[in-house]
């Protein structure tokens, strides 16, 4: 039996959609789950909270929807998958952007780092409409050490106030640097062979 779709949502485009659960998921963040933290710190664990919703899920999406199309070519049109899964990223790496405009206005690295990801996602979207398969794999590369790094990050914040925080922070620390540089300088590879 085939299920009916709310027409406001079937009407609903999906980014906005997915900015709001960013969104929502920033606010319970700073105003829930970091509520004892200090004011210096809460902002960013608020943007681990957001990439973490994002980064393992991406990973697993990503890998989804390439697997789930068989043209594997750079250049291949995108799935409507494959779009749901830039749209999702869009979506984070607005609410992320906005986040460092309005606490970190000076972080030109990150902004611009965010700006240039928006730039090649909302191109490989919505203007080209072809790419996802190269894109996300990128993703997938880029994203595969969100949960650890932002365990790291979260456990760094407080590890000198909590102790159980600074026993995370060792513990990830030199399996972190191992994952993140492999992965990182795997990546390096199908970037080079794109150019």
């Known amino acids: 039996m085939e299920t009916q779709q709310s027409p406001i949502l079937s009407s609903l485009p999906p980014l906005p959609i997915l900015f709001s659960f960013f969104f929502t998921v920033y606010l319970i963040a700073y105003f829930l789950v970091f509520r004892s933290w200090s004011p210096k710190i809460r902002p960013e664990a608020s943007s681990c909270l957001i990439s973490l919703a994002h980064g393992t899920p991406a990973v697993f999406f990503s890998s989804f929807a390439i697997l789930s199309d068989p043209s594997t070519g750079f250049a291949a049109p995108n799935t409507r998958l494959q779009n749901s899964v830039l749209d999702f990223s869009v979506a984070y790496f607005l609410m992320d952007l906005l986040h460092y405009l309005l606490f970190f206005p000076g972080d030109v690295l990150f902004i611009g780092h965010h700006l240039a990801t928006?730039?090649?996602?909302?191109?490989?979207?919505?203007?080209?409409?072809?790419?996802?398969?190269?894109?996300?794999?990128?993703?997938?590369?880029?994203?595969?050490?969100?949960?650890?790094?932002?365990?790291?990050?979260?456990?760094?914040?407080r590890r000198r106030d909590v102790e159980f925080a600074a026993k995370v922070y060792d513990f990830l620390s030199p399996p972190f640097y191992v994952l993140y540089s492999i992965v990182r300088g795997f990546g390096l590879i199908p970037r080079w062979k794109v150019t």
């Open 118 to 157: 928006l730039f090649v996602f909302l191109t490989c979207r919505y203007v080209a409409s072809r790419g996802a398969f190269a894109v996300l794999t990128l993703l997938i590369l880029a994203e595969v050490t969100s949960l650890c790094q932002n365990v790291w990050t979260l456990a760094n914040a």
